[in-house]
């Protein structure tokens, strides 16, 4: 457990992500598990940190609510379930929160309240506010208006962003099992649960494939690239069990918890932005060298590394950059249309504005407006 130290140290900034199967029970609220977990929070809060909250539980408490015996399947019945449980939720975290001192705000976003650079920012403010008046945010998914294209998906992917939004030092994953394993616990017993790892590979997503919860939206597999997603900011995460007596306080005394996952070197907020809160809008496909000169060597991607062009979209817009073989090394904001992209591909610089009539830049994506999702630079 001694490797999770140098990542604790100094920790002041957490953001708690508590998953349906946590907080429900027959399709209703565990009032007494909100009750639990308010109270770890408040401690942390009394002992100087600055929390925000990633609760699911709205459909699940509308579902009770309303009385609906199954988990509802459509995305009208999901938003009307959310309308009805949320401010279910709400109340429970007020009554707990307000009964230990403390108060509390509901934020509720979208994916599009973060893909644009200035609602991202609006967002960031507000919460950063929050956290310094010693406001406990308490944030889901606006399930009431949001539709299946510009849908966060699952809360894991939400609690990462929002780890990117607030510059969180660790982001804790509260789930129904007491970790990551190396294969489903519940169906192998001889399963090995990792306590450390220091980064996160292909494998590990492979052994992670397939389990979920009855109540929840994502998997172990969400869960792992939450966690990816907030090591690129330099963020930490520990998934864990929500049923645990004290988790919050064990996990950040270095206690054996969960399984930790460090951080790395952050990257910066707005790269973290064009990496995972953009839609990727189409893709490059990149030849050998450019990819070697993108991923060893910190260069810009020019058009004459440019083999093949997919899908349409206009210049701003974020795309992924693949190698030849279809693996996705990067992703960026192009400078040009994918239109004239098309035109100028495996062309030098010098010859884009014979081709276009214009030249604005003689990179295809700026290095600034570039991130490898490997190395994460």
């Keep these: 457990m001694s490797d999770r130290k140098p990542y604790l140290a100094g920790a002041k900034r957490l953001v708690v992500k508590i998953g349906s199967a946590v907080l429900t029970q027959n399709g209703g609220l565990r009032e007494s598990a909100i009750e639990a977990l308010s109270r770890q929070v408040a401690a942390c809060v009394k002992g100087g940190m600055n929390v925000a909250v990633v609760s699911s539980g709205a459909i699940a408490a509308g579902r009770g609510k309303l009385g609906l015996k199954d988990k509802p399947k459509t995305i009208p019945l999901k938003q009307a379930a959310a309308a009805a449980g949320q401010a279910v939720l709400m109340h429970h975290y007020e009554k707990a929160f307000s ?195 993108l991923s060893k060597k910190g260069k810009s991607l020019l058009p004459s590394g440019i083999r093949e062009v997919q899908g349409q979209f206009g210049a701003g817009e974020a795309v992924r950059c693949l190698s030849s073989k279809g693996k996705e090394i990067a992703r960026g904001l192009a400078s040009y249309s994918s239109e004239d992209i098309r035109r100028i591909a495996g062309k030098k610089t010098s010859e884009i504005e014979k081709i276009l009539g214009y030249k604005y830049y003689d990179e295809v994506i700026h290095r600034d407006d570039l991130v490898l999702l490997e190395e994460g630079s």
Aim: charged fraction near 25%; glycine fraction near 10%; include cysteine.
């Design 99 to 293: 009964s230990l001192g403390l108060k509390t705000a509901q934020v509720l976003l979208t994916a599009a309240d973060l893909v644009d650079r200035q609602r991202f920012l609006n967002a960031r403010n507000t919460l950063l506010t929050l956290l310094e008046l010693g406001v406990i945010p308490i944030i889901n998914e606006n399930d009431t208006v949001a539709v299946e294209e510009i849908k966060f998906g699952d809360n894991d992917r939400l609690s990462a962003l929002v780890s990117n939004l607030v510059d969180a030092d660790l982001l804790v994953i509260l789930t129904d099992t007491d970790g990551f394993y190396d294969s489903d616990p519940r169906e192998n017993k001889a399963a090995k649960k990792y306590d450390f790892l220091e980064t996160l590979t292909d494998a590990h997503f492979d052994q992670a494939g397939g389990t979920k919860t009855d109540v929840g939206s994502g998997g172990m597999v969400t869960k792992l690239e939450a966690a990816r997603q907030a090591a690129l900011q330099g963020t930490s995460t520990v998934i864990a069990t929500g049923g645990a007596e004290d988790v919050l306080e064990k996990i950040l005394s270095d206690g054996p918890v969960g399984t930790f996952i460090a951080g790395r070197k952050a990257i910066g907020s707005r790269k973290h932005w064009i990496a995972y809160t953009l839609s990727p809008k189409g893709a490059l496909v990149l030849d050998d060298g450019a990819c070697e000169a």
